[in-house]
Antibody, heavy 122, light 109 residues
């Protein structure tokens, strides 16, 4: 069964750091790109970052550039989102989602995790 | 940056057809993807590349894309279709970004 499972969310003060994890199972992990997408309570979806299947290429949304960094460990079937200098407006549910593969380039997200909640508050 | 515009809400009676629009400049030149999100759940891909359905998605879900508007079409609407729907595209200018519309709440009357 293809599955993504996020963890690492919690309550943190502004300016502090948090690292989210996304553990994958049920598919050949190192064939696929992985996205992070967030959703503020009651609001819409916002793309945050993507890391290519081999970890060599990554892109981040403008508002998190310089603060958030996506990385992956293919030996552990896990993608990470390191979030530094957190702001109140980063409060969201963070989802990881599967993107395109090395052999079938696509630009959509076909498998999603259940999400992990990050609350930034003093 | 590229902007996608969706109506905040659409209402439809059971058994009828719902159409949810997604506006963007020359959107017909982009592949449009649609997600369904039921309350308290993660999004689910229902249509990709304008018109294609992932396995397991009912044939009642379809899409179109022309000019400046893409449309998600849900035929024979059921109560279980009540959810938020988001369109999404990939934008390569100036750098790779994935853009979502603001979402549309579908209410089944």
């Amino acid at each position: 069964q293809v599955q993504l499972l996020e963890s690492g969310g919690g309550v943190v003060q502004p300016g502090r750091s948090l690292r989210l994890s996304c553990a994958a199972s049920g598919f050949t992990f190192d064939d696929f790109a992985i996205h992070w997408v967030r959703q503020t309570p009651g609001k819409g979806l916002e793309w945050v970052a993507i890391i290519w299947y081999n970890g060599e290429t990554k892109y981040h949304e403008d508002s998190v550039k310089g603060r958030f960094t996506v990385s992956r460990d293919n030996s552990k079937n896990t993608v990470y989102l390191q979030m530094n200098n957190l702001r109140v407006e980063d409060t969201s549910v963070y989802y990881c989602a599967r993107g395109g593969s090395a052999v079938a380039i696509n630009y959509y997200m076909d498998v999603w995790g259940k999400g992990t909640t990050v609350t930034v508050s003093s | 940056s590229y902007v996608l515009t969706q109506p905040p809400s659409v209402s439809v009676a059971p058994g009828l057809t719902a159409r949810i629009s997604c506006g963007g400049h020359n959107i017909q030149t982009k592949g449009v993807h649609w997600y369904q999100q039921r309350p308290g759940q993660a999004p689910v891909l229902v249509v990709h590349d304008d018109t294609s359905r992932p396995s397991g998605i009912p044939e009642r879900f379809s899409g179109s894309n022309s000019g400046h508007t893409a449309t998600l079409i849900i035929s024979r609407v059921e109560a279980g279709d009540e959810a938020d729907y988001y369109c999404q595209v990939w934008d390569s200018s100036p750098l790779h970004t994935w853009v979502f519309g603001g979402g549309t709440k579908l209410t089944v009357l």
